[in-house]
């Protein structure tokens, strides 16, 4: 299976400040990558396809990007509704994976 | 709005068949743009998308559960549903159903259920 690793594990950051998260696929995906919002107690809900695509209804402040098998997910000014674990996932190669998840908390 | 609901038992007993259901409202289980999946979350192992499945019947499972997987979908009841045998405690997760969205080089899960937690114990 493509393996997908995400850093960093956990993040502590201020409102407004720049938050990046990345995410390493094992070989090139092609990028075939999603990114991935779960607040606690929610269903992960889909903010970025396509590697850089905003989803519908998406707040402009999430972006992707990235190549190859270097991915990255930003937010560019937090929020304190951004707290929250956020996945990348791949569909280059089946079965699709997921990483393993950054935890987003306010500092 | 889809929106999309597990139901099934959350209490499974080690050896025995876990049974889930998805019901589909607001829109369409025949949708030749989306195929239909299963998801789960264990605390420590994270994500882990268990397969799909298409209004035509198509399939497509984990190689990690294929044994043990059988999917099926009731286009009369706007349903799709799991079946996972030989339960073990391994198999106590969070489970989701979701819509894969599927286009040219595209594929992502864009619609998902609340989730139900299944444990499997004696």
């Known amino acids: 299976d493509m393996q997908m690793t995400q850093s960093p594990s956990s993040l502590s950051a201020s409102v407004g400040d720049r938050v990046t998260i990345t995410c390493q696929a094992s070989?090139?995906?092609?990028?075939?990558l999603n990114w991935y919002q779960q607040r606690p107690g929610k269903a992960p809900k889909l903010l970025i396809y396509?590697?850089?695509k905003l989803e519908t209804g998406v707040p402009s402040r999430f972006s992707g990007s990235g190549s190859g098998t270097d991915y990255t997910f930003t937010i560019s000014s937090l929020r304190p509704e951004d707290i929250a674990t956020y996945y990348c996932q791949q569909y280059d190669n089946l079965p699709w994976t997921f990483g393993q998840g950054t935890k987003v908390e306010i500092q | 709005q889809v929106q999309l609901e597990e139901s099934g038992p959350g209490l499974v007993k080690p050896s025995q068949t876990l049974s889930l259901t998805c019901s589909v409202s607001g829109g369409s289980v025949i949708n030749g743009a989306h195929y239909w999946s299963w998801i789960r979350q264990h605390p420590v192992r994270g994500l882990e998308w268990i397969g799909y499945i298409h209004h035509d019947g198509s399939t497509y499972y984990n190689p990690s559960l294929k044994s043990r997987i059988t999917m099926s979908i009731d286009t009369s009841k706007n349903q799709f549903s799991l079946n996972l045998t030989s339960v073990t405690a391994a198999d106590t997760a969070l489970y989701y159903c979701a819509r894969d969205r599927v286009g040219p080089h595209h594929d992502a899960f864009d619609m998902w259920g609340q989730g139900t937690m299944v444990i499997a114990s004696s």
């Open positions: 070989q090139d995906i092609r990028n075939s």
């Open positions: 396509d590697a850089s």
